[in-house]
């Protein structure tokens, strides 16, 4: 059975994971850390733990991803953006955001604003039940550490 301090100690291991908002990868580092010096107590701390920290790799994993799909359109919409001679004295930047540019900025920015909150959301839920006492496992997530 589980007490109440392990249930306590899982919660925060899966809080952890917030701390990506406070210094770049905070979610993965802090929930490394809290895992790694809870491991030992319970058998339960280091499940949650293991899941907690593959879930922001896996996290970390899909951002990476995504934003390197992005970083062709960016650079493309940059560069049709200048317009400049054959010389390079009339160098100009027009930043005028079309109806393209617009929609691949925002479209971008709606898809990463619905992963975070999907994120979070996964965080929430897997605090909550380890308080409970209960095993969580996150969805799409690669085990890194087994």
């Given at each position: ?31 490394l850390i ?38 062709p359109f ?73």
């Amino acid at each position: 059975m589980k007490t109440n301090t392990e249930n306590t100690n899982a919660f925060l291991i899966h809080i952890c994971g917030f701390a990506g908002y406070l210094y770049p990868f905070g979610s993965i580092i802090t929930p490394l850390i809290a895992w790694q010096t809870l491991k030992n107590k319970s058998e339960f701390l280091d499940e949650q733990g293991k899941e907690a920290v593959n879930f922001n790799i896996s996290f970390a994993l899909y951002k990476l991803i995504l934003s390197s799909f992005y970083v062709p359109f960016a650079l493309g919409t940059f560069f049709k953006n200048i317009n400049n001679n054959s010389s390079f004295e009339w160098f100009e930047f027009n930043f005028d955001l079309d109806s393209n540019s617009l929609f691949g900025f925002l479209g971008f920015g709606s898809v990463m604003g619905i992963i975070m909150i999907i994120r979070a959301v996964l965080i929430i839920m897997a605090a909550l039940k380890a308080k409970e006492g209960e095993n969580y496992k996150y969805p799409l997530t690669i085990k890194f550490i087994k």
